[in-house]
């Protein structure tokens, strides 16, 4: 927690703040380690507070053991506003993904100026905790993705082969899905975000499943595609190239290369096949208490990739009419090395 109230104090110093009011629920957990529907911190450069209504109030005060937090419990927004004048804040810090036009109506009036500032950022560098955390999560989804493949697919619908997955990483001790699994079977894999239908599994066509978990606040997301039977020779052409993108993303991925370079590795492998059209999507993006946030592996992410980051490798083709390939892996950026964190998860791979 340390790193936390230290990176706080750092980022109020650079940007001449009093203090930062966080509004949102993703920031609150990741500051305070406590998990909460609402309620607010206020960070100053000194101490962090926490503020929150009864209902989580004394469970807060039970459970907290670091003593740069005060907890005080919430009994309107009026002891914001005099929190913050008792506090002398003129200057203050908000979250420019979260904070709405009607947070600014209300405090205006209380505070000279605001600085907006991407929070997000914050939360780029994980502690060894949230890496745990995370690893844990992987270790689920990818012992339930092996699990799904070795079960009896053909003739269960995608919304079924979703719900096992999801039961499956429940089972194994998650706390419930990052996000509603995609299933996408035949030319329903030519839809990267497909929503899983009532339509059936065959044989002879590619399944497409991504999925994720949480575990203790912390998301995992991976993306395996498989086949049954024979599948279509063109789409088994796609895998491999989506194979050797993903392979060659994973391994070259490193500290300090650009989100954009990383992108670039991916991108020019499957541009210089017959599937050069057929990527729509960027290689992918940061993973955390939230499934999608910084840092990205994107065309236009031009920032290093930092130490103790983690993100995704994700390259597809999708081919309209006639289906898709993803093939979906976390990696953690160390400074010497990058380590692929759902290597567990087995992959298809093209008999040549």
Known sequence: MNYKTDLMKHVLEINNADAFLMVS??????????????????????????ILDKRYYQKALDTNENKAITIQCFTSMNML???????????LMVEKEYF??????FFKDSVDS???FPSDM??????????????KACDIVCNAMNW???????????????????????????????????????????????????????????????????????????????????????????YDT????????????????LGQDVDKICRDIISDTEFKDYFVHSTGHGVGINVHELPNTSPTYDKPLEENSICTIEPGIYIPNLGGIRIEDMILVKKDNTICMTDLAKKWVVKK
Not at 100 to 105: C, H, P
Not at 155 to 165: P, R
Not at 214 to 227: A, E, Q, V, W
Not at 242 to 257: D, T
């Open 25 to 50: 629920d993703t920031n609150r957990y990741w500051l305070s380690e406590f998990e909460s529907s609402f309620g607010f911190v206020l960070a100053t450069k000194n101490v962090v507070y926490l």
């Open 114 to 116: 605001f600085v907006n």
């Open 242 to 257: 989506v194979y050797q993108s993903n392979y060659q993303g994973i391994l070259q991925a490193k500290y300090k290369m």
């Open 122 to 135: 914050l939360r780029i560098q994980k502690t060894e905790k949230e890496i745990e955390y995370t690893q």
């Open 148 to 238: 799904i493949q070795q079960q009896e697919l053909i003739g269960k619908t995608e919304i079924e082969v979703g719900n096992m997955m999801t039961t499956k990483m429940l089972e194994l001790g998650a706390t419930k899905n990052s996000f509603d699994p995609i299933v996408a079977s035949g030319m329903n894999g030519a839809y990267p975000h497909h929503k899983p239908t009532q339509k059936i599994i065959t044989n002879d066509e590619f399944v497409t499943i991504d999925s994720g978990c949480i575990y203790k606040g912390y998301c995992s997301d991976l993306t395996r595609t498989f086949p049954l039977g024979t599948p279509n020779e063109r789409l088994i052409r796609a």
């Open 81 to 91: 506003i005099n929190l913050i004048k008792k506090l002398n804040i003129k200057k």
């Open 100 to 105: 709405t036009f009607n947070d600014y109506l």
